[in-house]
């Protein structure tokens, strides 16, 4: 069982930047977080797939909405997951979902169906 718990969510401003972080425990968790991606939900809107990273290439990919403006990143150390997220817009604002699947892919997909592990999320609120 893996237990992913996300933190750093807040209200800001358009224009400012947040950090979101992801930790991963459990039993096992290393070799059951081989992909590792971040997801978000706005009321009333289907969950979307923000950004994933492959641990055994590093590699990240990232929804158009988000290009250019957020970056995933993974300390292999203890396979925590983050989010920098700058430039917010309002479009931006949702829950925010750390996920985690044992799959290992070629390129981890930012499909929700595709991940097992899912971590309570947190609020992202941007105003204008």
């Known amino acids: 069982q893996v237990l992913l718990v996300e933190s750093g969510g807040g209200s800001v401003q358009a224009g400012g930047s947040l950090r979101l972080s992801c930790a991963a425990s459990?039993?096992?968790?290393?070799?059951?977080?081989?992909?590792m991606g971040w997801f978000r939900q706005a009321p009333g809107k289907q969950r979307e797939g923000v950004a994933s990273?492959?641990?055994?290439?590093?590699?990240?990919i990232y929804a158009d909405s988000v290009k250019g403006r957020f970056t995933i990143s993974r300390d292999n150390a203890d396979d925590s997951l983050y989010l920098q997220m700058n430039s917010l817009i309002p479009e931006d604002t949702a829950m925010y979902y750390c996920?985690?699947?044992?799959?290992?892919?070629?390129?981890?997909?930012?499909?929700?169906?595709?991940?097992?592990?899912w971590g309570q999320g947190t609020q992202v609120t941007v105003s204008s």
């Open positions: 996920a985690a699947d044992p799959k290992r892919s070629w390129i981890c997909s930012r499909s929700s169906s595709d991940y097992l592990y």
């Open positions: 459990g039993s096992g968790y290393t070799s059951s977080t081989a992909c």
């Open positions: 990273f492959t641990k055994s290439r590093g590699v990240a």
